[in-house]
């Protein structure tokens, strides 16, 4: 069974950094696209970054670039995401999930989310 | 960017009824379209990839069409455990997209 568990989100003040986990099992990570999207609350689904199965190719949102890092650590089986210059705006259940062999294509499965609060 | 238009944003139905939910892009994105289904507190869940190819495990009464522009997810008999928000997804162009949900609620 394909399981997704993210790790690392929390509450932090505007301008600061973190690190967001998402540790893969039940296939193989080393050959699959992943991907983070983001859920305001309330709010609908955004995508915010993905990178290719060697992590040569990374991709982000417009409202991230820059600021996000997407990478991944396939003899560990993590995907990460590391976050800097965090606002409001930011505040949000952040998921990863499962790309395809190819880097664009549809989500499956996801993982449960963490959720990262930024407030002063 | 591609931006995907959802409609109606909220849809009442009784059980036992046809849904039918649009998504709209705002230039082609050929059959590169996904449907999702997210209850309150869950994931969101794969239904439909490539337009029309339902996902592994999802029931029958879930089908999807279209191409292009203009895409339709129906339900064709609604049961309890389908009210929901339904969002679609474009992969065909980066930065990939989703659209801004349909909520199905029990009428």
Known sequence: EVQLLESGGGLLQPGGSLRLSCAASGFTFSNYAMTWVRQAPGKGLEWVSGISSSGASTYYADSVKGRFTISRDNSKNTLYLQMSSLGAEDTAVYYCAKGNLVTKGWFDPWGQGTLVTVSS | ?107
């Open chain 2, 1 to 107: 960017e591609i931006v995907m238009t959802q409609s109606p944003a909220t849809l009442s139905v009784s059980p036992g009824e046809r849904a039918t939910l649009s998504c709209r892009a705002s230039q082609s994105v050929s059959s590169n379209l996904a449907w999702y289904q997210q209850k309150p507190g869950q994931a969101p869940r794969l239904l439909i990839y490539g337009a029309s190819t339902r996902a592994t495990g999802i029931p029958a009464r879930f089908s999807g069409s279209g191409s292009g522009t203009e895409f339709t997810l129906t339900i064709s008999s609604l049961q309890s455990e389908d009210f929901a928000v339904y969002y679609c997804q474009q992969y065909n162009n980066w930065p990939l997209s989703f659209g801004g949900g349909t909520k199905v609620e029990i009428k």
